[in-house]
Structure formats: C-alpha cells, structure tokens
C-alpha cells in the first residue's frame, strides 16, 4: 500500500497512456456496423447497391456519391418505398457524417430493408478516400 501512495504520479501516468492505447479500438468498435467506403464501392459494383442520400436537398445539390438517391431524412419513411422498390437490394445510406444516416438505417430496417447499411463517416469519408462526388446540375 505504501508503495502506491508513494508513486501515486507514476500510476496515474501509466493508467492514462493505457487509457490512450485502448481508446482507439473502443472508438472502433461504436462504428462496427459501418461500412467503409472501399466496401461501399465493393456492393455498388458487385450487388448493385442502391445509394440512398438522407441529407437535405441543399446539401445533396452541393455534393453527393455518383448515382445517389435523395431522399432528406424528414421524409425518409414516407419516399424511401418509392425511391427503392425492391427490398432485397443492398441499400447504402449517406449523409455529410454518417450521424442521420444511422437513424435512418432504423427506419429502413423497419420497413423491410435488410441488407440496409451506413456509410461509416458518411460524404467525408467518401471524400478522403478520394472517390468521385457528383454535383446537381444548374
């Protein structure tokens, strides 16, 4: 006991820096279900994945993934039946960070969508893995 009260210092340093090489796998782990943007392309390609953007019009104007459907969250329930018929195609779900596209994987779970899955770090990961992003037409 005396030799913890003595190098009190020395353990709070060694349970920090033990705390800073655990953190990035349990970071890692609140994102498991996401997809990267590699396996992303991978289903687009492979099982014509169906890209569905929930963010707003303004956002998906400014820039969104090559092929992408808009349908804003506030509406998500109501047009995404229409946007994508067939519930058996691998739906890709898109916003600027991959926040609202989270909630809506729930949604779209909800209404029969399956193979439903969210871009991990959404339109900014697609970015920073150098992948082409389209513009609305003026």
């Known amino acids: 006991m005396k030799f913890l009260i003595d190098n ?3 353990l709070s340093i060694a349970l920090a820096s033990g705390g800073m090489l ?3 796998m349990v970071a890692s782990g609140m994102n498991a279900g996401a997809l990267s943007a590699a396996g992303a392309v991978t289903l687009i390609n ?3 994945a169906v890209v569905i953007d929930v963010g707003e019009t303004e ?3 400014a820039g969104h ?3 992408a459907k808009n ?3 506030g509406e998500f329930e109501g047009k995404l039946p229409a946007a994508v018929k067939n519930k058996a195609l691998p739906l890709i779900l898109v916003c600027a960070t991959g926040a609202r596209a989270n909630r809506a994987l729930a949604v779209a779970k909800k209404l029969g969508y399956e193979q439903a899955q969210v871009l991990g770090g ?3 990961a697609w970015k920073e893995a150098n992948l082409p992003i389209e ?3 003026a």
């Open 22 to 24: 655990v953190w990035p």
């Open 122 to 124: 959404g339109l900014k």
């Open 71 to 73: 349908v804003p969250l």
């Open 65 to 67: 993934v090559g092929g």
């Open 59 to 61: 956002e998906f104007a």
């Open 8 to 10: 009190w210092m020395l």
């Open 46 to 48: 492979r099982e014509k």
């Open 135 to 137: 513009k609305a037409q």
